[in-house]
């Protein structure tokens, strides 16, 4: 039975999956990039359905570091964690769109200017670990 998620449960789906397009868009950083990747995240992340959509589109958006790429994802990392086990208890036939949804946002942003960078691709094994990590 899905039980709906309150405002703090919403805003870690959201800094989860908002924080992983930026992990990955800030692990290779460039101003025209930026703008590629934004795009990206923006088509993938729209793809939400259900308690997914309702968290990424309701309330405020999240509040990210970006002085370093350790402290995004000192945020970012625990968020995912979180978000799945939040999923879990609450709507459990979620979880696997959830990790989905993440993992497309993160590699569509990737690949959106020049390519997967060595970077990139480090900052979506972090993601994908943390997407499973609390299975």
């Given at each position: 039975?899905?039980?709906?998620?309150?405002?703090?449960?919403?805003?870690?789906?959201?800094?989860?999956?908002?924080?992983?397009?930026?992990?990955?868009?800030n692990a290779d950083p460039g101003v025209l990039g930026v703008i590629r990747e934004s795009?990206?995240?923006?088509?993938?992340?729209?793809?939400?359905?259900?308690?997914?959509?309702?968290?990424?589109?309701?309330?405020?958006?999240?509040?990210?570091?970006?002085?370093?790429?350790?402290?995004?994802?000192?945020?970012?990392?625990?968020?995912?964690r979180q978000a799945v086990l939040i999923l879990r208890e609450k709507s459990p036939r979620?979880?696997?769109?959830?990790?989905?949804?993440?993992?497309?946002?993160?590699?569509?942003?990737?690949?959106?200017?020049?390519?997967?960078?060595?970077?990139?691709?480090?900052?979506?094994?972090?993601?994908?670990?943390?997407l499973v990590e609390s299975a």
């Amino acid at each position: 039975m899905e039980q709906r998620l309150t405002d703090d449960e919403r805003l870690t789906l959201k800094t989860g999956a908002f924080g992983a397009v930026f992990l990955v868009s800030n692990a290779d950083p460039g101003v025209l990039g930026v703008i590629r990747e934004s795009i990206a995240a923006s088509g993938a992340l729209a793809n939400a359905s259900g308690t997914v959509k309702e968290a990424l589109t309701t309330g405020p958006l999240p509040r990210l570091p970006r002085d370093s790429q350790l402290e995004i994802e000192s945020v970012v990392l625990p968020a995912l964690r979180q978000a799945v086990l939040i999923l879990r208890e609450k709507s459990p036939r979620d979880v696997a769109a959830y990790r989905s949804l993440v993992l497309a946002a993160a590699d569509q942003v990737a690949r959106a200017h020049d390519g997967v960078a060595p970077a990139e691709a480090a900052a979506i094994d972090q993601i994908r670990g943390a997407l499973v990590e609390s299975a």
